[in-house]
């Protein structure tokens, strides 16, 4: 048996899926052909210059968040500038995919986005635990066995926050995370703490975008994965349906698009 396999057999013969994190549901909301690539791993993707700058002032984030933890003196915003300052040109020379930033200009923006942070958000915080990470059932029947895993930047004695550093500011479409985002359910249910915060680190400064999950949300998501679970028992070779209706279908972004959409003429 092979567990980290996403999907596998257990000995008595039930589905074991392991491929359930928030953002493999949220992929399958876009294109369920780039989900199935993306979850069994048919392309691999390069390191690209934004995920990456948003790796590196996770980092520095989470070094000032444990200093203080830990009692080890709190780090100044210097301190973490600094350290940001080594994440990013530690990662630079291995970067392949560059659509935005150049080295110079990712650090100017990650230098801006965690001045914003530290002046705008870190001030309202009570941190208790950085980066927790769970693994926790969410489906168990006679055919299944569903486990949903991820990490949450920082948990709170009664809420959850995300940081996100994009170049647009979300909070502006506060409305459709109420209705449908999947993040704040899944980190809700795992750790049953009902309140979840984003930290929204846009060009602009820093929003901040409060959500509450309860258990209609829970049985929601249930439904959501016990149909893609069944989707992937009964067929896992593909190709599922293509939806290229939408910014993720780009050489850019969809890492099996040289042999999908860009394949064809309407690649173009
Ligand atoms: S190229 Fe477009 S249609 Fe094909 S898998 Fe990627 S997102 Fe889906």
Known sequence: MNLDYPLH????????HTWVRQSSIKTADMCMEKWRTDIFNVVSEPLKDASE????????????????????GEMSLPDMLTAFEHYWFDVVDDITVWNKFTAASGYEAGLSKLKNWYEEIYPQLNPVEVEHTFNVPLIE?????????????????????????????????????????????????????????YAVMHPKGASRMDLVRDEEHFAWLRQKVLALCKLIESNHRGPYPLNDNGWWCSDKWCENFTRCKGATIGGT
């Open 53 to 72: 700058l948003g790796t590196a002032c996770h980092a520095a984030v989470e070094d000032l968040l444990n200093a203080r933890i830990e009692n080890q």
């Open 9 to 16: 057999l257990d000995a008595d013969g039930r589905w074991v």
């Open 141 to 197: 029947d006679e055919f299944r066995v569903v486990r949903l895993t991820g990490t949450v930047d920082l948990i709170e004695k009664d809420r959850c926050w995300d940081w996100k550093f994009p170049s647009r500011d979300y909070t502006k479409q506060a409305w459709e995370y109420h209705r449908w985002d999947v993040q704040s359910i899944a980190y809700a249910f795992a750790t049953g703490i009902p309140d979840f915060s």
